[in-house]
């Protein structure tokens, strides 16, 4: 495998010394990525959980891709295509051939209808926090496709409609294939000083075509399921303020209203019976805060309480309570620095065995990295990730430090 990396990285190289010949505005816009990574508990696992297991792993990244943008008048045609590679040192079974797809058309018709419509097609390898030592990849197909009207110079309104569809490779995570399909309204306002605020009332229709398992006696003849479908409606209040010239407030809070449906849609060869999912009805909302401090420095604040998907087998759903704070600091002229940190309080709702109180998760999360351009087109970056993770249950602990190197160009 180093060998491989040697001759994948010499090709970059090589693509880095051809003369540049794309200028900004360009219709075509190739780029080339490597990257290589040093982690110490590659799979997230506590310190008690799998001794036998290889936990530290290098691996390289590597990525290859175009950016297309062409404008015809007032239509504006773009297209992202991106090959992605991982290649591990010791756990070769997870290596990974991955791809990225979007096309996308903004359009105009006239001065005050507007509005986009595209399509993405994905390939991705699962995180290793939820899920057991598999390569469990996930084909993403979505499409998407948005109006809006400005029928007064403050107030516009729009709708839109996004449809995605998520199939997973490994048999234990067929229950977390969903087709899912969300629209909404939204009613806007700009003020003289350019902020916005907008009304919106979103509905999503989320359907598991595989139930979970959730428990078994003398499985497969008796056996607890669960399904995860639901419907949920979503009343939100959205804002991007310009408090000053230096700091800027972007939120979004409302009211989640998610219904299960608690329907068996399999036909199985034992006795099943269904474990009913209970309704989740509370606030949700996120709220960010960017500061240009100097003109050479930028700090973000956020805090946010949303309510997510759980791949964990005996919850519905998770609420997911926390904040982060980030910042840039260009020091030099083509030099910056990244530092980041997060908090995350995972609650996890839903039913649970009696035996076991419902989970919880805490996780604490740090980054600093360092990116230098030697040249306009060339960047390079390297950097540290850290983090930790405490839990009502056993073995569900850990820690973990990453190291990273990556040199990327757009030509």
């Not at 989740?280 to 997510?308: C, H, I, M, P, Y």
Request: charged content about 25%; some cysteine; proline content about 4%.
């Amino acid at each position: 495998m180093i060998r491989r990396l040697r001759w994948q990285v010499l090709g970059v190289c090589l693509c880095l010394s051809v003369p540049v010949l794309a200028k900004e505005g360009d219709t075509l816009r190739p780029f080339v990525s490597a990257g290589y990574y040093f982690d110490n508990n590659l799979f997230r696992l506590d310190d008690n959980d799998s001794p036998g297991t290889q936990r530290e792993d290098r691996f390289a990244l590597l990525e290859a891709g175009l950016n297309v943008d062409w404008k015809v008048a007032r239509q504006q045609f773009t297209a992202n295509l991106t090959k992605t590679l991982i290649r591990y040192n010791e756990n070769t079974f997870l290596d990974f051939d991955g791809e990225d797809l979007e096309g996308r058309w903004n359009w105009r018709l006239g001065n005050r209808l507007s509005g986009t419509v595209g399509a993405t097609r994905s390939t991705s390898q699962s995180s290793f926090d939820d899920i057991d030592q598999f390569n469990n990849q996930v084909d993403r197909e979505r499409r998407f496709g948005r109006a809006e009207w400005e029928f007064h110079p403050r107030w516009r309104i729009s709708a839109g409609i996004d449809s995605t569809e998520n199939l997973n490779s490994a048999p234990s995570q067929r229950s977390q294939n969903v087709d899912q399909e969300a629209r909404d309204i939204t009613l806007g306002y700009k003020t003289p000083k350019g902020s916005s605020l907008r009304a919106q009332v979103r509905k999503i229709d989320a359907t598991f075509p595989n139930p979970q398992i959730v428990s078994a006696f003398f499985f497969p003849f008796f056996f607890e399921v669960a399904d995860n479908s639901y419907t949920q409606t979503e009343y939100n209040m959205l804002a991007d303020w310009a408090l000053t010239g230096k700091l800027t407030l972007r939120g979004q809070a409302g009211r989640v209203d998610r219904h299960y449906e608690n329907v068996l849609r399999d036909d199985f060869g034992g006795t099943p019976t269904l474990r009913e999912r209970p309704d989740f009805e509370g606030f949700t909302g996120r709220a960010s805060l960017d500061w240009f401090a100097t003109s050479k420095t930028l700090v973000n604040v956020a805090v946010f309480q949303e309510l997510g998907g759980a791949t964990d087998i005996n919850a519905s759903s998770v609420l997911r309570t926390g904040g982060s704070v980030s910042g840039v600091w260009a020091f030099r002229e083509k030099w910056r620095l990244n530092v980041g940190a997060e908090y995350l309080s995972r609650d996890y709702k839903g039913d649970v065995p009696s035996a076991q109180p419902a989970r919880t998760d805490e996780t604490l999360g740090s980054s600093l990295s360092l990116n230098y351009r030697p040249h306009p087109v060339v960047s390079l970056d390297m950097g540290i990730l850290a983090g930790k993770r405490d839990s009502n249950r056993t073995n569900e602990d850990y820690d973990y430090q990453t190291l990273f190197a990556n040199i990327r160009a757009d030509f």
